[in-house]
């Protein structure tokens, strides 16, 4: 049975970027950059103020103290999107405010608050040497520079950052259309009668979320039944999108029908079962180098499943350069005691606790439990080869879903 590292190690190579879309800023969060973009002009794009006062030239006002002003005549005035200023005479000085271009032939600013106004007149009571309070132009980005890697993420910032440039359409990864297809005579769909035996389909519900928060399109299509031909019949359609996930049938019961299914449609079968719990009948296998994922159908072992083999293979297609999760230290808070052999995903919930986060592990941790995922927020790792854990001792945690949360704002504990 392979580790978790040897199942990502065989799926990752097929988890490639599909190619480039163009698409407009505003719909561009949470994409993944397929080009570098470089600066289309200097920023600032002109010289400017960086404060409300006086623009001057520095050597006008090396002598000013506040026992010794210079007074300077009041030329004109330069505001934020207002008429141009004209060029700025030695011995003179022109009312600016915060981004208002400098004049030409200023060279500082003395803030407002260092000065009395006085009709046509300013005394200046501070020096201000060059470029004192001035934001030169191209001082954050000159013309040409690299703004923003190939693989980077836009974020509020980058976005800012490329509307700043008037960039307004950028070239994205392809997000992967990711069929999701759920196999199980005794599933239903929501709002359906339940009749006896039945239950409800929820994990396309649960998959397509966390196909959303990821980044990639899902698709969901219909459940199939337990028949090898049903299933063929699904998986050919599903092997439409780029991506395809099946839930359930991948045990080893008498209806467990997807491996085969798999065979018998042409998909090559890559591997069966991983060290992992829950989450270990998952199985990969590829169409014609598409790749296509069986996870088990217990919802826990679902979620799980996506969350450390799936997801970071669609980050990787999504143009995310770094697409492993990156767990962080936590304390457990109880012993556990465990059947060794397999890595556990266990459910729990961390909270901060002083300098550190301490995860309680949640009572319940069956493969099937859906109550027991409520209010979790950390995904603790424990190694395959540990039965007992100690209360206390240190663990790897990927954070999720809600995160860390507290009732107290971290500035009450600031002074
Ligand atoms: P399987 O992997 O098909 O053996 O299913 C394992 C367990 O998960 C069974 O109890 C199924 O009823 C349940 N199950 C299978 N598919 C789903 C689904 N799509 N949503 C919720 N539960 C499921
Ligand atoms: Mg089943």
Redesign the pocket.
């Known amino acids: 049975m392979r580790s978790i590292a040897e199942a990502l190690a065989s799926m990752l190579p097929a988890f490639s970027p599909l190619g480039e879309e163009e698409v407009h800023l505003t719909e561009s969060a949470g994409r993944y950059l397929s080009r570098e973009v470089r600066a289309r002009f200097d920023s600032p794009p002109f010289d400017n103020s960086a404060m409300d006062g006086y623009a001057v030239r520095a050597t006008d006002v090396a002598s000013a103290t506040k026992d010794t002003p210079v007074r300077l005549p009041v030329r004109g005035e330069s505001r934020a999107g207002g008429a141009l200023p004209g060029h700025l005479e030695p011995g003179a000085t022109c009312r600016i405010f915060t981004g208002a271009p400098m004049p030409a032939g200023a060279d500082a600013i003395v803030i407002q608050e260092d000065t009395d106004r006085d009709g046509d007149e300013v005394a200046i009571r501070e020096s201000s040497p060059e470029g004192r309070h001035v934001r030169a132009q191209g001082s954050d980005v000159s013309s040409g520079a690299l703004l923003l890697r190939a693989g980077a993420r836009l974020w509020p910032g980058e976005i800012g950052l490329l509307a700043s440039q008037n960039i307004d359409r950028v070239h994205v990864f392809r997000r992967p259309k990711v069929a999701i297809l759920?196999?199980?005579d005794?599933?239903r769909q929501l709002g359906d009668e339940l009749e006896p035996g039945m239950?409800i389909?929820?994990?396309?519900y649960v998959l397509t979320e966390m196909l959303r928060e990821v980044g990639a399109i899902p698709v969901d299509l219909p459940?199939a039944r337990d028949t090898l031909t049903e299933i063929e019949a699904a998986l050919r359609t599903a092997l439409e999108a780029d991506v395809v996930i099946t839930?359930?049938?991948?045990?080893v019961?008498e209806y467990?029908f997807v491996n085969e299914a798999f065979e018998n449609v042409g998909i090559e079968p890559m591997f069966w079962k991983v060290r992992i719990k829950p989450g270990k009948p998952a199985s990969f296998a590829k169409y014609q180098g598409k790749p296509v994922i069986g996870v088990?159908?217990?919802?826990i072992s679902a979620m799980v499943a996506f969350e450390v083999l799936i997801a970071p293979c669609l980050r990787k297609m999504l143009g995310d350069p770094q697409p492993h999760p990156q767990p962080v230290v936590a304390r457990l808070r109880d012993s556990y005691h465990r059947r060794p052999g397999r890595v556990e995903i266990a459910r729990a919930v961390a909270t901060r606790e002083g300098d550190e986060i301490v995860v309680a592990l949640h009572r319940l941790q069956g493969s099937?439990s859906l109550p027991s995922f409520v209010g979790v927020n950390a995904l603790v790792i424990l190694p395959a080869d540990r039965a007992e854990l100690v209360a206390g001792e240190k663990v790897e945690a990927i954070l999720w879903g809600p995160g860390l949360k507290g009732p107290i704002s971290l500035f009450d504990r600031m002074s």
């Open positions: 759920s196999t199980g005794e599933l239950i389909n929820s994990n396309v459940a839930t359930g049938g991948v045990s019961g467990d088990p159908g217990n919802p099937g």
